[in-house]
């Protein structure tokens, strides 16, 4: 009891008196999901808008598939990423293995098919709202699709969160392509595993509260979000 | 006395213009209904025709189908002799009987139709739309906290800015008072003294007579009658129009066939 007591004090002395070691983890962890989560809405959004835009045959399981997707297990991801980018893979020539890129490409495959699927379910609806308007003016899909998804910004900004919040506190995927490796592709999920089986519990509970913060932070910027767009009537 | 289309369509060839709209033998049905049902109708460019008709008579659908929103099951649509195609429905606008506005400001919502024209032309016809409107004191606020009157006018003014040569108003002013009534109603007159064709559905009798130039008149799918207004206002020739008028409960609608 006073165990746990004694780590967690340690722990926040960690997060308060700024440890070099604790913080270039934050900044990684960050530089990735973040990196990841860019590029994941730069594929996802307007491929979730073009979805609900777009007629045509087999749209209905583009869209299942997206959904399924959703919910792909991190670690199958990071396999998948590892056998791509693993010396004797196609892409093995580049060399990125074990490296903060290939972290950051294998949480763009985990992020994208939700903030696509999370788009096209929201620009959906607006798009059956909109569609006799947009028709009537003989928008062209480009148009409809740069509207829609600036119409749907908030929406898409709740997506785009979302995305950040299953990339910075996944393990599966990354501990797999990067290989936790001291001072170059430490995450804080890899880092809070490494450290509890190696005992050392204090910095792994560290990384701990700095992620339920992170956790926090979102959820509050989601809320904020969803407030603002109702109240300006944007939702 | 019937022509084939293409012969029909060289008559017209030259010309810019719309006019004459001729409809011959036009149809939709859904699940088995007659929703439209062979409707033939020739307008000219000049006139306001209001249709009239009660509720589920097939109003809607009809503006749908001249504007090129739904695709007829038969029959033809020519506009100045020319199919309706993009190029056709470009020159024409629609107010929709619920008004569907941008999630944006009242300005965003014109300048949103007025993308082809240079920013400082651009400001200039919004600030002209909007007066017109009366909107000019909401020009920043977020369209869907408007009033439903101050939306219905930027929802004509954002119809008014493409300069179109085809109004079509779907019951622009059900469930406004009086005042936004007259409000509207002075800004189709305005549309319509630039050379708009307008036309409008409405369920108000009064507005009807203030505004008609011709009546048509449908019931269940079908054009009853099409008659200059004081002709149809002294005299309605079909009984369905005759109980639409007088308040009789009825027979309109398609359902019962
Ligand atoms: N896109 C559509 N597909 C199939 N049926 C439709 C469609 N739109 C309308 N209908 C049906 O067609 C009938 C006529 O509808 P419409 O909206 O044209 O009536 P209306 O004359 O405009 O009535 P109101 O005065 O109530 O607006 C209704 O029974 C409606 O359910
Ligand atoms: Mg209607």
């Known amino acids: 009891m006073s165990d746990s007591g004694s780590i967690l004090t340690l722990a926040l002395s960690l997060v308060l008196s700024g440890d070099a070691e604790l913080w270039s983890i934050i900044g990684l962890s960050l530089r990735v999901s973040l990196t990841a989560v860019l590029l994941a809405c730069l594929i996802g959004l307007p491929l979730g808008a073009v979805l609900s835009v777009a007629r045509f045959r087999g749209r209905g399981a583009v869209a299942a598939l997206l959904n399924a997707f959703m919910g792909l297990p991190p670690v199958v991801v990071g ?77 898409l900004s709740t997506a785009a969160l979302a995305g950040f919040g299953r990339a910075i506190a996944e393990v599966g995927a990354v501990i797999i392509v990067g290989g936790n490796i001291e001072h170059v592709t430490r995450v804080m999920t890899t880092t809070i595993a490494l450290e509890t089986s190696k005992g050392n519990l204090a910095l792994a509970m560290a990384l701990g509260i700095i992620l339920i913060l992170l956790a926090l932070i979102v959820n509050a910027a989601v809320m904020a979000l969803n407030r603002t767009a109702r109240r300006l009537a944007y939702a | ?77 020519l506009w100045g002799g ?61 369209a869907r906290l408007l009033s439903g009157g101050e939306q219905q006018r930027l929802a004509i003014a954002r119809a008014r800015a493409a300069d179109p040569d085809v109004l079509f108003l779907d019951e622009p002013s059900a469930s406004l008072d009086p005042a936004s009534t007259h409000a509207i109603e002075e800004l189709i007159r305005a549309i319509h003294a630039e050379g708009t064709k307008i036309i ?29 207004a004081a002709d149809f206002f002294l005299n309605q020739r079909s009984d369905a129009a005759r109980a639409y008028i007088e308040g009789r409960l009825d027979i309109g609608t398609v359902d019962q066939s």
């Open chain 2, 82 to 142: 020319r199919p309706l195609d993009a190029a056709v429905r470009a020159r024409q606008a629609m107010v929709f009987q619920r008004p569907t506005l941008l999630r944006r400001s009242a300005e965003e919502n014109l300048r949103f139709v007025l993308g082809h024209l240079p920013r400082t032309a651009r400001d200039a016809r919004i600030t002209e739309l909007l007066a017109d409107a009366k909107l000019t004191d909401i020009r920043t606020m977020p």
């Open chain 2, 1 to 77: 006395m019937l022509k084939p289309p293409e012969e029909h369509a060289t008559v017209y060839s030259g010309g810019d213009s719309l006019f004459p709209l001729e409809v011959s033998g036009l149809a939709f049905s859904d699940r088995g209904r007659n929703l439209v049902d062979n409707v033939s109708l020739t307008l000219d460019g000049r006139s306001r025709t209001v249709i009239l008709g009660p509720n589920g008579a097939g109003k809607s659908l009809l503006m749908r189908l001249l504007h090129g929103l739904l695709q007829p099951t038969a029959g033809t649509i």
């Open chain 2, 200 to 228: 409008l559905v409405t369920h108000d009798l009064g507005q009807a007579r203030r505004l008609a130039d011709d009546v048509v008149f449908v019931s269940r799918g079908r054009i009853m009658e099409h008659q200059p």
């Open chain 1, 79 to 155: 396999l998948a990423v590892y056998l791509v980018l693993s010396r004797s893979g196609p892409l093995g020539v580049f060399g990125l293995l074990y490296t903060p890129a290939a972290m950051i490409i294998a949480q763009t495959i985990l992020v994208t098919p939700l903030i696509a699927a999370l788009a096209r379910q929201s620009l959906a609806d607006l798009h059956g709202e909109y569609d006799e308007l947009f028709r009537s003016l003989g928008l062209s899909a480009t148009e409809k699709v740069s509207a829609l998804i600036w119409d749907g910004r908030y929406s």
